[in-house]
């Protein structure tokens, strides 16, 4: 009799233990949800594309930046990761331009970070101060013109690619996929065009690597 329990109480924590490691840490509808339909990445089919939809003037994004720059610097080759600045209105768009202006001046790397900390501070000056943050935020061509002229782009060269129908190529591009990925707010990451997640549905930024982390884990097991 005693046995039988035993062996009761031993098939029951087995069952137990295996339901408890079948629990997902992260639940549908809780800590992301599901694009229906899917929308096309412009990565190769076998990369995981991982997108960030962010703003220079998004103080939420300002505070991401740190951890999705340590995330971004450990990632396999079989996953591509892809800022695309929002677009929602005019200071947004001129961030946008910004963006893609050094990026196509080959000097993003160099100067992105530097851009987020003048924005900020600038930003951070003006309330502090009683000022309004829109008037200090590089809002402007002249405005950002004097942050490249620093960076060493000339004013001249600065305007023609600021201005070129390649920026405003990539800007439209953006747009177009803050559209279909039905994006809202900022930071908000898309994976694989498929699991779109952001701070509030992780409440924190460290929880939120480990969200993005969990998705590309899941794209890599389907296929």
């Known amino acids: 009799m005693l046995r039988t329990i035993c062996a009761a109480l031993a098939l029951l924590a087995t069952t137990f233990a295996c339901s408890a490691e079948e629990v997902p840490a992260f639940v549908e509808g809780t800590h992301y949800t599901v694009l229906d339909p ?20 998004c103080p939420h994004c300002y505070a991401f930046e740190p951890h999705v720059r340590g995330w971004e610097q450990g990632l396999p080759a079989n996953v591509e990761f892809i800022r695309v600045p929002g677009t929602f209105n005019a200071a947004y768009k001129m961030h946008a331009k910004a963006y893609y202006t050094a990026q196509v001046l080959g000097i993003l790397d160099e100067v992105h970070a530097d851009f987020f900390d003048a924005v900020q501070n600038n930003i951070h000056a003006a309330q502090g101060g009683g000022g309004d943050p829109m008037t200090v935020m590089f809002a402007t061509e002249d405005q ?34 803050q559209r279909r990925y ?42």
């Not at 942050?147 to 591009?173: E, I, K, P, W, Y």
């Not at 701070?199 to 296929?223: F, K, S, Y």
């Open 38 to 57: 899917a929308q096309p990445t412009s990565s190769s089919p076998e990369v995981v594309e991982v997108v960030e939809f962010f703003w220079y003037g």
């Open 144 to 177: 950002i013109a004097s942050f490249f002229v620093q960076h060493g782009v000339s004013d001249a060269q600065f305007r023609s690619t600021f201005n070129s129908f390649q920026v405003s190529t990539l800007v439209a591009r953006a747009e177009s996929l």
């Open 182 to 223: 039905r994006i809202a707010h900022v930071p908000t990451i898309v994976v694989n065009g498929k699991y779109v997640t952001d701070g509030t549905m992780a409440r924190t930024w460290p929880r939120l690597i480990e969200i993005i982390n969990h998705l590309v884990d899941m794209e890599q097991q389907q296929r």
